[in-house]
């Protein structure tokens, strides 16, 4: 571990009287700061956010309420980002020595770091010491250094890594990011990818949501063409995000997001560590065993990147954030990603093959929309039921046919759902095409009009027959069913005619069906008074006089 100094200039850290008190399961028997897991993820790739222990850290007493620098490393598995955290350490205990390298032969240590090909880091580690350094201005502000779990390794999914690394941009207030060789396509496009992914999870604001963002090119291989270091890796990042007329619109959007997100954007261009680094099983990070030429671009790159003049105080909508302020955002933060409010991420073969399937399934839908239309559309005559039906299966068949046919990628089992889906929409569509083609039929538009009058007709010659028979009571009953038929005729004439109340006009309607489409008197007689229970508000708000007078009547009656 680091060696523990207690006394520090204005780049030292917390002094011995500020040990954080760990739980018993947490601490060291020496007390010594070390890596602390604040985010976890989970097996069932869920995310949990270790409140007590980044608590511990920011709200210590000397650091909570100042201005908070956050920096984080991301980018691709394996790739040296704890071995790169550990020279950051190193300046930061050691920047009062010109030689803050320390010992050659002294074994690197801090954050956990290996060589091989297995990942080492999962979800985000924090320094347990914050350190306090004064800017020019004379503010003393806390550093706080982040690593993070790499991307892509075989273990995680792509929502664990966009979301581990735009945890990591949105937190940080400057995020290094961790590349090798060289800045290729891919590299910009998944940075596109994480950088819109922490962006929806942020609220919307008219500044750019991120600040410092540094390109770090690890194991540069053409110095001939740009020179390590910081002048050549700006000359070489202005070249990759160069935005030109003739360039494809894809290219030109990856390029306009990534300068619409950030501040500052810069680069540097580092040389390979040596072979002995990258071959040797127990390189255990010695400073004599890694090539001169990147020991020398490292002592320009850390202080570079830590030193007080270049350290960017993180700020969310334009103000300066403490310690206390960042636990809270935090913590906001990673409920956002716990819960189900952001889109998941997709590969790119996931999100092509939707878009396939997808399209397939428009196609299809599209064929059977237009035969249908042949069929019974528009201004087509009526067609018998049960030739609509079978004409609606025969279209139906093609269209499937047709989503079957289209070649499409995923698979068998990835494209089964979506033609699923093609089958419920056109089922759907169907039954549109029905009441579509029932419509034109005479006799069901009729079918309101013609009943009334039966009725009309029949309580007529009933009244007519009791009358002349003496049954006065019945006669009197026809009559008055006769006149709320007739009634009933002159207000569906008029809903038809105005387009108003067009609910009552369709309880007319419901009321002319049941006597229409039953042949018992009794299912008819029944049907026709729940249709009149559950739609007596609309007959008093048609006829409210009516209503009034027949509870005045009533009243009157109690009153005898």
């Not at 347990?128 to 790499?150: C, H, I, N, W, Y």
């Not at 945890?167 to 940080?172: A, G, K, N, Q």
């Not at 989503?403 to 068998?412: A, S």
């Amino acid at each position: 571990m680091v060696k523990h100094r207690p006394e520090r200039d204005s780049w030292g850290s917390l002094n011995d009287k500020n040990v954080y008190e760990w739980s018993s399961e947490e601490e060291e028997p020496d007390g010594r700061a070390r890596p602390i897991q604040v985010l976890l993820v989970k097996d069932d790739h869920t995310f949990e956010l270790d409140e007590a222990a980044l608590s511990r850290i920011l709200l210590s007493e000397e650091v909570r309420d100042r201005e908070v620098v956050a920096i984080s490393v991301a980018g691709a598995f394996r790739k040296g980002k704890s071995f790169l955290m550990d020279f950051m350490l190193r300046y930061m205990y050691n920047h009062a020595s010109e030689h803050w390298l320390g010992d050659a032969s002294e074994p690197l240590t801090g954050f956990s770091w290996r060589g091989g090909s297995e990942r080492e880091t999962t979800g985000i580690q924090i320094w347990s010491e914050v350190f306090l350094v004064d800017k020019p201005d004379g503010r003393k502000v806390a550093v706080l250094l982040m690593d993070t779990q790499g991307t892509f390794d075989s273990q995680s999914t792509l929502r664990d890594s966009a979301t581990v690394f735009a945890l990591s941009t949105m937190i940080s207030s400057m995020q290094v990011y961790n590349i090798s060789q060289n800045v290729q396509e891919d590299d910009l496009q998944h940075l596109q990818l994480f950088t819109e992914y922490g962006r929806l999870a942020m609220e919307e604001t008219f500044l750019k949501p991120f600040q410092s963002l540094i390109f770090l090119v690890r194991d540069w291989s053409f110095p001939y063409e740009f020179p390590y270091g910081q002048e050549g890796g700006m000359k070489f990042l202005e070249k990759r995000l160069k935005i030109s007329e003739n360039q494809h619109e894809e290219l030109q959007n990856v390029r306009k997001h990534i300068h619409s997100c950030f501040t500052n954007i810069s680069c540097f261009l580092m040389p390979h560590p040596g072979l002995k680094v990258a071959t040797n099983p127990n390189f255990d990070g010695r400073i004599k065993e890694i090539d001169g030429e990147f020991i020398n671009n490292l002592k320009i790159l850390i202080p570079w990147i830590l030193s007080p003049r270049n350290i960017d105080v993180k700020e969310i909508n334009g103000s300066n954030i403490t310690c206390r302020g960042l636990l809270e955002y935090f913590k906001a933060y990673i409920k956002i990603y716990q819960g189900e409010e952001l889109p998941h991420p997709k590969s790119m073969l996931q999100a092509t093959a939707e878009a396939n399937n997808l399209a397939a399934v428009a196609a299809a839908k599209d064929l059977y929309n237009k035969k249908m239309e042949e069929v019974c559309g528009g201004d087509r005559p009526f067609l018998a039921p049960n030739e609509l039906q079978n004409r609606h299966a025969t279209i139906r068949e093609e269209a499937l046919q047709l989503f079957r046919g289209v070649k499409k990628m995923g698979g068998e089992e990835f494209s089964r759902r979506y033609l699923q889906q093609l089958e419920g929409e056109m089922d759907e569509v169907f039954v549109q095409y029905i009441k579509h083609n029932d419509s034109k039929n005479i006799f069901h538009a009729a079918r309101t009009p013609a009943t009334l009058f039966v009725v009309i007709f029949v309580m007529y010659v009933a009244a007519g027959i009791t009358g002349f028979v003496g049954v006065d009571i019945i006669a009197s009953l026809c009559n008055m069913i006769l006149g709320l038929a007739l009634i009933t005729l002159c207000t569906w004439a008029y809903i038809r005619y105005s387009g108003e109340y067009r609910e009552l006009g369709a309880v007319i309607d419901q009321v002319a069906g049941a006597l229409w489409d039953q042949g018992s008197t009794n299912e008819a007689l029944y049907k026709l008074y729940n249709v009149a229970a559950n739609h007596r508000h609309l007959y008093h708000h048609a006829f409210p006089g009516a209503h009034a007078d027949g509870a005045a009547q009533e009243r009157d009656k109690k009153k005898d």
